[in-house]
């Protein structure tokens, strides 16, 4: 089945109350492997992460031919900048698209009273391209909230980052820090060494280099996504604080 709200809560618990473990979103794919009332116990095909989500949030859709490209985008009732949006897109959101024309793409929709809806065609790239500068994607989330557990643009935190910005280099990665920094890339030994597309792994964090100096992570500290030096991390950080892993994703 597919999710068919802008996105849904993960939860390790079938409850409210359970604290949230990821979201899934637009148009990606679960495999339902138990229910209890109003909840399923599914897996994201995306990464593999399973857990509990209300069935509200499911449906059947076709399969996926694009995917949303920038931070957020809007369904239109009609190709029509001043009709009505029915729902927002997040990054990473999975679509099918009937046809576009001029600069609208026709998108199938389920459970809505209208069958598709509208989007703006510049917004969305079909699922095997691929964003040589796969940070600039990150850099459209500056400013974002910082949300434990999110992945929907709406608020994310550091792994999610850095798996929706890598995701449109065309390679789907795990969702937590302690998979994603097992991922088979080039380490580095050397902080000099550090670039572009590089990411640093500490206690519990990732990061983003946008060149040799700043990184762009989603943090607690700042309760946003910011980017700034990696030496004004260091330094605010306890007399423990440990690099633990430095690797090219280039």
């Known amino acids: 089945m597919n999710i068919i709200n802008s996105s849904v809560f993960m939860k390790s618990e079938p409850s409210e109350k359970s604290p949230l473990e990821t979201e899934c979103l637009f148009g990606e794919m679960v495999d339902i492997l138990e229910e209890r009332l109003d909840?399923?116990?599914c897996k994201l095909n995306t990464d593999g992460?399973?857990?509990w989500v209300k069935k509200k949030g499911l449906g059947n859709l076709k399969n996926p031919t694009h995917r949303v490209i920038v931070h957020r985008t809007f369904?239109?009732?009609n190709n029509?900048?001043?009709?009505?949006c029915l729902f927002y897109l997040p990054l990473g959101a999975k679509l099918f698209i009937n046809n576009i024309k001029s600069n609208w793409a026709e998108v199938s929709l389920c459970n809505t009273q209208k069958k598709v809806g509208y989007i703006p065609s510049n917004h969305i790239v079909s699922l095997d391209h691929k964003v040589k500068d796969w940070v600039s994607v990150a850099e459209?989330?500056?400013g974002t909230p910082y949300k434990w557990g999110g992945r929907d643009t709406l608020g994310i935190d550091c792994s999610a980052l850095l798996q929706l910005?890598?995701?449109t280099y065309g390679e789907d990665i795990p969702r937590n820090t302690s998979q994603q920094i097992k991922v088979k890339k080039k380490n580095l030994w050397n902080i000099q060494d550090l670039k572009r597309g590089c990411v640093v792994f500490w206690?519990?964090?990732v990061a983003i280099m946008v060149d040799d100096?700043?990184?762009i992570h989603a943090n607690a500290f700042h309760m946003k996504t910011k980017i700034e030096p990696l030496s004004k991390i260091v330094e605010r950080e306890d007399k423990d604080f440990t690099i633990i892993k430095m690797m090219d994703f280039n």
């Open 39 to 41: 909840w399923v116990f």
């Open 140 to 142: 459209l989330c500056v």
């Open 165 to 167: 910005s890598y995701q």
């Open 213 to 215: 100096l700043n990184c």
């Open 203 to 205: 206690r519990g964090h």
């Open 49 to 51: 992460y399973s857990g």
């Open 80 to 84: 029509d900048i001043k009709s009505n």
């Open 75 to 77: 369904i239109y009732t």
